[in-house]
């Protein structure tokens, strides 16, 4: 019987590029159920029940370009999920509500993504699921501060 890890074969990122790679193709999957891609589900559970979020705060808080940001916002208002409208206060930055029917399917998509981190975790307890993440969060830290030393 193979081990699970092999000594010669523990690249983090590999691994790290597996499970990317698999929670796209579910979250592709599920979404498209919704009549949302695996790239717009990000922009509306990411947007408040109540009140706005801008555009930028999005793009600051998951390290996406403006411009995918833009597109998937555009996308979710065509849809009828968002609205976009310019800030009364900084006329350079655009403010995203969800409406009623992005209100209505939020939770629905929250409700798959829930249950992929619990695929994920499997039988981890909830402090180990908060040490992961910690570790996870060291991990993203630590490769943006090398990219941005070149």
Known sequence: MKSEVNMKD?????????????T??????????FGIT?????????TPDEGVITQQEICNSFEVDPAF??????????????????????KRSFEIALTEEGKLLKPLVQEKLQ???????GDMTDE??????NKL???KNRANEDLQDE
């Open 10 to 22: 523990n690249s983090i990122g590999k691994y790290i590029s597996i499970i990317s790679r698999q």
């Open 24 to 33: 796209q193709a579910y979250i592709s999957r599920e979404m498209k159920k």
């Open 38 to 46: 695996g790239s717009e589900y990000l922009f509306l559970v990411n």
């Open 69 to 90: 940001a833009t597109r998937g916002v555009k996308r979710l208002v065509d849809k009828g999920y968002l609205s976009r409208k310019r800030s009364q206060t900084d």
């Open 115 to 121: 249950y992929w981190t619990t695929v994920l975790a």
């Open 128 to 133: 180990e699921q908060d040490a992961f993440v």
């Open 137 to 139: 969060i060291e991990l």
